[in-house]
């Protein structure tokens, strides 16, 4: 049961390394699939620390914050493809309205991500850019117009 338990949690958190802005990158094995409709947990590969709705709120303009990991729903993150080979990355902590990671600034290092009301946003729709060393980036649609 624990060993259940524990590829449960597994599952539900994939343990993926992430980096904030300009691009997020995370590490999967070669045979990873990104699977829209499946939640996931990014962690920043640098810090160690995971992609976080600072105090689980829900608002528009909440800030995305690093956090140790908890397995807590504020740093669960579902993939929705948007149809066009980019995906949106919306918080578990709510269903409607589905509250996404917005890039609205201007990608740069030490740039705030933030929560923001899913829309017809440029800002929030991520392509995952495989890489040679088996990770991904993550770019913004809005970077690649």
């Not at 300009?22 to 990014?42: E, M, R, W």
């Not at 890039?103 to 440029?122: H, M, N």
Request: with cysteine; proline share 3%.
């Amino acid at each position: 049961m624990k060993k259940i338990k524990k590829l449960i949690s597994i599952l539900l958190c994939f343990m993926i390394i992430a980096a904030l802005v300009p691009a997020l990158n995370f590490k999967a094995s070669a045979t990873t699939t990104i699977h829209s409709g499946s939640y996931y947990c990014l962690r920043n590969r640098s810090s160690g620390y995971y992609l976080d709705v600072t105090g689980n709120t829900t608002y528009n303009g909440t800030n995305i914050e690093q956090f140790q990991h908890g397995n807590y729903p504020s740093e669960r993150w579902q993939i929705i493809s948007q149809g066009n080979g980019y995906y949106k990355l919306r918080t578990s902590l709510i269903d409607s309205p589905q509250m996404v990671i917005d890039g609205r600034s201007f990608c740069a290092p030490g740039v705030q991500l933030i929560l923001f009301e899913s829309g017809a946003y440029t800002e929030q729709e991520w392509y995952f850019e495989k890489q040679s060393n088996g990770t991904y980036k993550l770019r913004l649609l809005r970077d690649n117009l």
